[in-house]
């Protein structure tokens, strides 16, 4: 058995169904990611786990514990679950120095007190808080005090770490270091973490393997960032993976034409048996290629809408036969390589990589 | 990992417990003696009586003559303290008046204030035919009469608006201050005037502020005892309260008494029970989320001319409304005997010396109230604490009972209350502490109880649920999570709470003076006592010690509340 086994489990708030009969498995020692939008069930799922909240139906084990079972009345409370959970709002007792924070699990735990001051010391300098341990949470910064509360949830040796969204209200450039930080840490003391966000990127940076629930709470694909990424199962995961653009493809009299034009697609077609007429491809703005002059076979015409110079980066609006996309290219290279377009002009374009999919099954499953 | 726990056995248990006791406290303390304030009111001998009970207020004169003169005195009350209360929020958030945050600090002063005393010594300034001011008039400018009658309804409501006002005082500062100012800085761009902003923005912005003080007002003044009972009696002007006393006093607790104090006590919760309903319909109504919770710099009118003659305004209100009172009250504790002037070789402090050391009477007074006080402050304190963390954290079933009688409290006015005790706790159910201080302390925390729950569940709002998750996952139980991390984040909370409980507590008047016996006066009932049987100089003595107490309990929270938000 995994780690982690999440087996059927089932939750729901009044008559609102969150998860339903889900079944999930986390390896030992794994960084695992539970990416999806907010309010789809994601955090609920981590609160079972925590124990904080008790599942409606369905079995819930950690390290081949049985832990969370309605069934059989079984429920063991977050404190001996031997786990450290870091929240989104820090969660660091206002109360109490840096030093006591990090101490508490320590102290209800009852070691000595010799103990206690080496380990949170250990704890101190391994998230680069020294010479702040006798600070108050108030006296420190929002990235000081989530790596308090990461300390804190570390300093018991747990055997699970869980991370709900604990970067998600530093800034830009604090998040972006944090989140190294809480990889260089897994690695470190290999504890096995589930990781809860909404947020792609962080989820594609520091993830073993991922899993992406949809709003309904139903996991969609569960794999590793890479195959997450370049291999999404359905268009689900396809755009909630990034920024998407989607070009309508219909199919007439056996050749695949785009928009509402004539130009038939040059690339490899989708498998078809079903004889399906209207189709997208789907392809991210970094896979679009664009060129002032066609290339014969592999390019499509079509015409600058709208032209953004965004700094280092240009952003263009292309239309090709009715359909819009987006795509944007480096502004030197755009210099250097005649690429600077301005709206109205023409241009081709071809794709490094892009997915099919059926028109009917993207409905509803676009994110805006 | 600690092997599996059976969910029904510990979290689950205790919860229920908690839960059960809490709703035990609100039952027995609150709950049931209202209760039997309802039922003793239509229920007579052996049958129902709806009709018995209306027939009581319509047809016996004083009885409805009661209900209009709380109407009156309560109406009056309110209309003035609103004028009052806004005016002065006004001037001191909105315009360039000079020393505003000192005069605001001024305007709160009336809160401490017991108005009773500020009665009395309106009392002694007013009266018609013996009161200083009225005296000084007739003596010295030959006037017939006396220039103002206390002992009228307009004396009663004005002394009430002069200790009443800060209600909406402090609402409406709330929100003049909370408001973005660029609501208002948008009009003007819009090319309006700042007396067509004032009335089409900031009025209707700080209206529901405006009316809920009011409404505040308004359920305060229909319950108040003191100011009535100092000032109406003379003329026979009696509300509700002051007639419920009067009845059950006079007629040394009869049944028809108790009977007809239980359908004027029952009128009394109903109003509150609508006043209330009102100012949360007003307060959840749509207009009041405009006002943010943030501080800023509002715009501030130009008084120009008007800047030092509304200062001196304000310093002529302050002087006269609190000031002179407190001023009459220790000249007149430090007379020898009433009616004498006020020259040095009458004044001395031999009343206070015999009060403090030597009149059994108000030393048991002073014992009593600060003992009662401390003690009704103290479980009141941990009660609070309780129910209100059922009712703001803890998910349980049945908690929605636990809500409903959370509620109670805050519409219970406090000689429904002393009305419900003396029926509930006079020996019909087995406990009989009629004429003993456990009465007056059991009333206490019943009147009490709303003030605890409001600050402990403010607290508590504060504490966030991660903390106490954080905790949970660090290995702590529920009981060391409160320990370690709820207990010591709600104490400021629970400082609050006893301080607003005992500093009342100290110069209670309304509950305790329907339940003293001869040796369980308070000082409030001391105080009236006194008065009413012709002591007006030791009557004003205690009352400046009074005085002395409630300012020096009042300087060591300030004190102490600043240091907690440092």
């Given at each position: 058995?995994?780690?982690?086994?999440?087996?059927?489990?089932?939750k729901?708030?009044?008559?609102?169904h969150?998860?339903n009969?889900l079944t999930?498995d986390?390896h030992?020692?794994?960084?695992?990611?539970?990416?999806?939008p907010?309010g789809?069930?994601?955090?609920?799922?981590?609160?079972?786990?925590?124990?904080f909240e008790?599942?409606?139906q369905g079995?819930l084990?950690?390290?081949?514990?049985l832990?969370?079972?309605?069934?059989e009345?079984i429920?063991?409370p977050?404190?001996n679950r031997?786990?450290?959970?870091?929240f989104q709002?820090?969660?660091?007792?206002?109360?109490?120095?840096v030093?006591d924070?990090?101490?508490?699990?320590?102290?209800?735990?009852?070691?000595?007190?010799?103990?206690?001051?080496?380990?949170v010391?250990e704890?101190v300098?391994?998230?680069?808080?020294r010479?702040?341990?006798?600070?108050f949470p108030?006296e420190?910064?929002?990235?000081?005090q989530?790596r308090?509360?990461?300390?804190?949830?570390?300093?018991?040796?747990p055997?699970?770490?869980?991370?709900?969204?604990?970067i998600?209200?530093?800034?830009?450039n604090?998040?972006?270091?944090?989140r190294?930080?809480?990889k260089?840490?897994?690695?470190?003391?290999?504890?096995t973490?589930?990781y809860?966000t909404?947020?792609q990127e962080?989820g594609?940076?520091i993830?073993?393997?991922?899993?992406?629930?949809?709003?309904?709470?139903?996991i969609?694909?569960i794999g590793?960032p890479?195959?997450?990424?370049?291999?999404?199962?359905?268009p689900?995961v396809f755009?909630?993976m990034?920024?998407?653009?989607?070009l309508?493809?219909?199919?007439e009299?056996?050749?695949?034409?785009a928009?509402?034009?004539?130009?038939a697609?040059?690339?490899?077609?989708?498998e078809?048996?079903?004889?399906?007429?209207?189709?997208?491809?789907?392809?991210?703005?970094s896979?679009?290629?664009?060129?002032r002059?066609?290339?014969?076979?592999k390019?499509?015409?079509?015409?600058?809408?709208?032209?953004n110079?965004?700094?280092?980066?240009m952003?263009?609006?292309?239309?090709i036969?009715?359909?819009?996309?987006r795509?944007?290219?480096?502004?030197?290279?755009a210099?250097?390589?005649?690429?600077?377009?301005?709206a109205g002009d023409?241009?081709?374009?071809?794709?490094?990589?892009?997915?099919w999919?059926e028109a009917?099954?993207?409905?509803?499953?676009?994110?805006? | 990992?600690?092997?599996?726990?059976?969910n029904?056995?510990s979290?689950?248990?205790?919860?229920?417990?908690?839960?059960?006791?809490s709703?035990a406290?609100?039952?027995?303390?609150?709950?049931?003696p209202v209760l039997l304030?309802?039922f003793?009111?239509v229920?007579v001998?052996d049958?129902?009586?709806?009709a018995n009970?209306?027939?009581?207020?319509?047809e016996e004169e004083?009885?409805?003559?009661?209900?209009?003169n709380s109407?009156i005195i309560?109406?009056g009350?309110t209309v003035?303290s609103?004028?009052?209360?806004?005016f002065?929020a006004?001037?001191?958030?909105?315009?360039?008046?000079?020393y505003?945050?000192?005069?605001?600090s001024?305007?709160?002063?009336?809160?401490m204030l017991p108005?009773?005393?500020?009665?009395?010594?309106?009392?002694?300034?007013l009266?018609p035919?013996?009161?200083?001011?009225n005296?000084f008039?007739i003596?010295?400018?030959?006037?017939?009469?006396?220039?103002f009658n206390i002992?009228?309804y307009?004396?009663?409501?004005?002394?009430?608006?002069m200790y009443?006002?800060?209600f909406v005082?402090?609402q409406?500062?709330?929100?003049l201050?909370?408001?973005?100012?660029?609501?208002?800085e948008?009009?003007?761009?819009?090319?309006?005037?700042?007396?067509?902003?004032?009335?089409?923005i900031?009025?209707?912005?700080?209206?529901?502020?405006?009316l809920s003080?009011?409404?505040?007002?308004?359920l305060y003044?229909?319950a108040?005892?003191?100011?009535?009972?100092?000032?109406?009696?003379e003329?026979?002007?009696?509300?509700?309260p002051?007639l419920?006393?009067?009845?059950i006093h006079?007629?040394?607790?009869?049944f028809a008494s108790i009977?007809t104090?239980?359908?004027?006590a029952?009128?009394?919760v109903i109003s509150?029970?609508l006043?209330?309903?009102?100012?949360?319909?007003?307060?959840?109504?749509?207009?009041?989320q405009i006002?943010?919770?943030k501080?800023?710099?509002?715009?501030?009118?130009k008084l120009?001319?008007l800047?030092?003659?509304l200062?001196i305004f304000?310093?002529?209100?302050?002087?006269?409304t609190i000031?002179?009172?407190?001023?009459v009250?220790?000249?007149?504790?430090?007379?020898?005997?009433?009616?004498?002037?006020?020259?040095?070789e009458?004044?001395?402090l031999?009343?206070?010396k015999?009060?403090?050391?030597?009149?059994?009477?108000t030393?048991?007074?002073?014992f009593?109230?600060?003992?009662?006080?401390?003690?009704?402050?103290?479980i009141t304190?941990f009660?609070?604490?309780m129910?209100?963390?059922?009712?703001v954290?803890?998910?349980?079933?049945?908690?929605?009972i636990?809500?409903?009688?959370?509620m109670l409290p805050?519409?219970?006015p406090?000689?429904?209350i002393?009305?419900?005790v003396i029926?509930a706790w006079?020996?019909?159910?087995?406990?009989n502490?009629y004429?003993?201080?456990?009465?007056i302390l059991v009333?206490y925390?019943a009147?009490?109880?709303?003030f605890?729950l409001k600050?402990?569940s403010?607290?508590l709002?504060?504490?966030?649920d991660?903390?106490?998750?954080a905790a949970?996952s660090c290995?702590?139980?529920?009981?060391?999570?409160?320990r370690?991390?709820?207990?010591p984040?709600?104490?400021?909370?629970?400082?609050?709470?006893?301080?607003?409980?005992?500093?009342p507590?100290?110069?209670?008047l309304t509950?305790?003076i329907m339940?003293?016996?001869?040796t369980t006066?308070?000082?409030g009932?001391a105080?009236?006592?006194?008065?009413e049987?012709?002591e007006?100089v030791?009557?004003?003595?205690?009352?400046g010690?009074?005085?002395?107490?409630?300012?020096?309990?009042q300087?060591?929270i300030?004190?102490m509340t600043?240091?907690?938000?440092?």
């Amino acid at each position: 058995m995994d780690f982690i086994h999440v087996e059927g489990v089932s939750k729901a708030y009044a008559d609102h169904h969150v998860l339903n009969e889900l079944t999930l498995d986390i390896h030992k020692g794994e960084c695992f990611t539970l990416l999806g939008p907010s309010g789809c069930g994601k955090t609920v799922l981590l609160r079972l786990i925590a124990g904080f909240e008790v599942p409606d139906q369905g079995k819930l084990y950690i390290d081949e514990t049985l832990v969370s079972d309605p069934g059989e009345h079984i429920n063991v409370p977050p404190e001996n679950r031997a786990i450290g959970v870091v929240f989104q709002d820090y969660a660091v007792w206002p109360h109490m120095t840096v030093f006591d924070n990090i101490a508490y699990p320590l102290k209800i735990a009852k070691c000595p007190k010799d103990e206690i001051e080496k380990r949170v010391m250990e704890m101190v300098d391994l998230v680069a808080m020294r010479g702040l341990e006798k600070r108050f949470p108030s006296e420190l910064s929002g990235g000081q005090q989530q790596r308090v509360a990461l300390a804190r949830a570390l300093v018991a040796k747990p055997n699970l770490l869980l991370l709900d969204e604990p970067i998600a209200n530093l800034d830009a450039n604090l998040r972006e270091e944090m989140r190294f930080e809480i990889k260089e840490l897994q690695r470190k003391l290999g504890v096995t973490v589930l990781y809860v966000t909404h947020d792609q990127e962080i989820g594609l940076a520091i993830s073993d393997r991922v899993a992406i629930m949809n709003n309904e709470g139903v996991i969609q694909q569960i794999g590793t960032p890479y195959e997450i990424f370049e291999k999404p199962v359905n268009p689900f995961v396809f755009s909630f993976m990034g920024i998407a653009n989607f070009l309508n493809v219909r199919m007439e009299n056996g050749q695949y034409l785009a928009g509402t034009g004539s130009q038939a697609v040059p690339w490899e077609k989708p498998e078809n048996p079903a004889g399906v007429v209207d189709w997208v491809a789907g392809f991210r703005p970094s896979d679009v290629r664009i060129s002032r002059t066609p290339e014969a076979g592999k390019s499509l015409k079509g015409i600058i809408r709208r032209a953004n110079f965004l700094g280092a980066m240009m952003d263009y609006l292309v239309e090709i036969d009715g359909t819009t996309l987006r795509t944007n290219l480096e502004t030197h290279r755009a210099i250097s390589e005649n690429l600077l377009f301005e709206a109205g002009d023409e241009c081709y374009i071809s794709f490094l990589d892009l997915h099919w999919f059926e028109a009917e099954k993207l409905k509803g499953a676009i994110l805006e | 990992m600690n092997g599996t726990v059976k969910n029904g056995g510990s979290s689950f248990g205790v919860a229920q417990i908690i839960l059960f006791i809490s709703i035990a406290i609100l039952v027995i303390v609150v709950a049931f003696p209202v209760l039997l304030i309802f039922f003793n009111a239509v229920w007579v001998e052996d049958h129902f009586e709806f009709a018995n009970a209306l027939k009581v207020l319509w047809e016996e004169e004083e009885i409805f003559q009661a209900l209009i003169n709380s109407l009156i005195i309560a109406g009056g009350t309110t209309v003035g303290s609103t004028i009052v209360g806004t005016f002065f929020a006004w001037l001191v958030t909105r315009t360039d008046l000079p020393y505003k945050s000192f005069m605001k600090s001024m305007f709160l002063v009336p809160f401490m204030l017991p108005s009773f005393i500020g009665a009395l010594a309106w009392k002694m300034l007013l009266s018609p035919n013996a009161g200083f001011i009225n005296r000084f008039f007739i003596e010295n400018f030959g006037f017939d009469g006396p220039i103002f009658n206390i002992y009228t309804y307009y004396g009663i409501s004005a002394v009430e608006v002069m200790y009443l006002f800060p209600f909406v005082f402090i609402q409406v500062c709330g929100a003049l201050e909370r408001m973005d100012p660029t609501l208002e800085e948008s009009a003007r761009i819009s090319g309006a005037g700042l007396f067509t902003i004032t009335r089409k923005i900031t009025i209707p912005l700080v209206l529901p502020s405006i009316l809920s003080g009011a409404l505040l007002i308004m359920l305060y003044s229909m319950a108040h005892f003191g100011t009535v009972a100092v000032l109406g009696i003379e003329n026979g002007i009696y509300n509700i309260p002051t007639l419920i006393y009067e009845r059950i006093h006079q007629s040394g607790g009869s049944f028809a008494s108790i009977r007809t104090g239980t359908i004027l006590a029952t009128v009394l919760v109903i109003s509150a029970a609508l006043i209330i309903w009102a100012q949360r319909k007003i307060l959840g109504s749509g207009h009041y989320q405009i006002i943010g919770g943030k501080s800023f710099r509002p715009m501030e009118l130009k008084l120009r001319g008007l800047r030092w003659p509304l200062l001196i305004f304000c310093f002529l209100y302050i002087g006269f409304t609190i000031i002179l009172p407190t001023v009459v009250i220790f000249l007149v504790g430090g007379l020898s005997t009433y009616g004498l002037p006020f020259t040095p070789e009458n004044l001395s402090l031999d009343n206070y010396k015999f009060i403090l050391f030597e009149y059994q009477v108000t030393k048991d007074a002073i014992f009593n109230s600060v003992w009662l006080g401390f003690v009704a402050a103290i479980i009141t304190m941990f009660a609070g604490v309780m129910i209100s963390y059922v009712i703001v954290k803890m998910k349980v079933r049945g908690k929605g009972i636990l809500e409903f009688l959370g509620m109670l409290p805050f519409s219970v006015p406090g000689s429904v209350i002393a009305l419900g005790v003396i029926l509930a706790w006079s020996g019909q159910f087995g406990i009989n502490l009629y004429n003993t201080v456990w009465i007056i302390l059991v009333a206490y925390i019943a009147r009490y109880m709303a003030f605890s729950l409001k600050a402990n569940s403010a607290a508590l709002e504060q504490v966030h649920d991660s903390l106490v998750e954080a905790a949970r996952s660090c290995g702590a139980t529920m009981w060391q999570s409160l320990r370690d991390i709820v207990i010591p984040l709600v104490r400021p909370g629970m400082f609050a709470a006893f301080f607003l409980i005992f500093l009342p507590a100290l110069r209670e008047l309304t509950v305790s003076i329907m339940l003293y016996a001869p040796t369980t006066r308070t000082i409030g009932v001391a105080i009236y006592t006194l008065n009413e049987d012709g002591e007006t100089v030791i009557s004003a003595a205690l009352a400046g010690i009074a005085l002395i107490l409630i300012v020096v309990g009042q300087t060591i929270i300030n004190k102490m509340t600043k240091k907690a938000g440092e």
